[in-house]
C-alpha cells in the first residue's frame, strides 16, 4: 500500500500540466526581454513585459531562470541518487573553496581578499592572508555536501597544513596514545 501512495505521489508531482508546457516559452521569451532591457537600460520594457502575466512569472522562481534582479538564481545541491550508479556526488564548489582538516573543521581563505588591497590598511591586508574557520553549523553542512572519500585524512608530502591537523588541546580531538 505505501508503495503504491508513493509512486501515486511521484507521478503527480512529475506529471507536468498543461498550464506550465505552455508557460515555457513564455519563460523563455521573458528572459531575453529582461536580458535586453539590462543590457541596455535605455529601451522602454515591451508591451510583452507589461503584462500580468510577466508578473507572475517573475514570482515563480524556477531553477536556472533569470529572477527579478535579471542574475540567475545560484543553487549548489547535493546529488544524492546520480543517474548511472546511484550514489551520491560531492558538490565541486565545496572543494574549490574549502580545505577540510583532520579533526573535522573546515577553513576557507577571506572573501575579497584580493580586491582593492591599494584600499586597505597594512593590518588587514595581513589579517586578509590567514584562513578563517567555519562554524559548526556551516562545518555540518559541507560535510553533508562532500562523500566520505573527501571526510577522511588525505596525507600529502610537505603539507603546509600539517600543523593544524591536531587538535591535542581539545578532548573530543586528542590524538590517542599507545602504551607498548
Not at 528572459?31 to 535586453?36: C, E, N, P, S, Y
Not at 590567514?130 to 560535510?143: C, I, K, P, R
Request: net charge positive; with cysteine.
Amino acid at each position: 500500500m505505501l508503495r503504491t501512495f508513493v509512486t501515486s505521489a511521484l507521478r503527480s508531482v512529475c506529471r507536468q500540466s498543461p498550464a506550465a508546457s505552455s508557460l515555457i516559452p513564455l519563460v523563455q521569451r521573458t528572459q531575453r526581454a529582461t536580458l535586453m532591457t539590462l543590457s541596455r537600460p535605455s529601451l522602454l520594457p515591451t508591451p510583452s513585459l507589461a503584462s500580468p502575466a510577466h508578473h507572475q512569472l517573475l514570482q515563480l522562481q524556477l531553477p536556472g531562470v533569470l529572477t527579478a534582479t535579471g542574475s540567475p538564481s545560484n543553487t549548489r545541491n547535493v546529488t544524492k541518487f546520480s543517474l548511472v550508479k546511484g550514489k551520491r556526488k560531492t558538490v565541486k564548489a565545496v572543494l574549490k573553496r574549502f580545505k577540510r582538516l583532520d579533526w573535522g573543521a573546515w577553513i576557507r581563505t577571506h572573501s575579497g581578499r584580493q580586491k582593492k588591497l591599494f584600499k586597505k590598511s597594512s593590518a588587514l591586508r595581513r589579517r586578509l592572508k590567514q584562513h578563517v574557520f567555519t562554524n559548526a553549523t556551516q562545518s555540518w553542512l559541507l560535510d553533508k555536501m562532500v562523500t566520505n572519500y573527501w571526510r577522511r585524512p588525505k596525507y600529502f608530502i610537505n603539507d603546509p597544513y600539517k600543523p593544524y591537523h591536531s587538535r591535542n588541546e581539545y578532548y573530543a580531538t586528542q590524538s590517542k596514545t599507545f602504551k607498548v
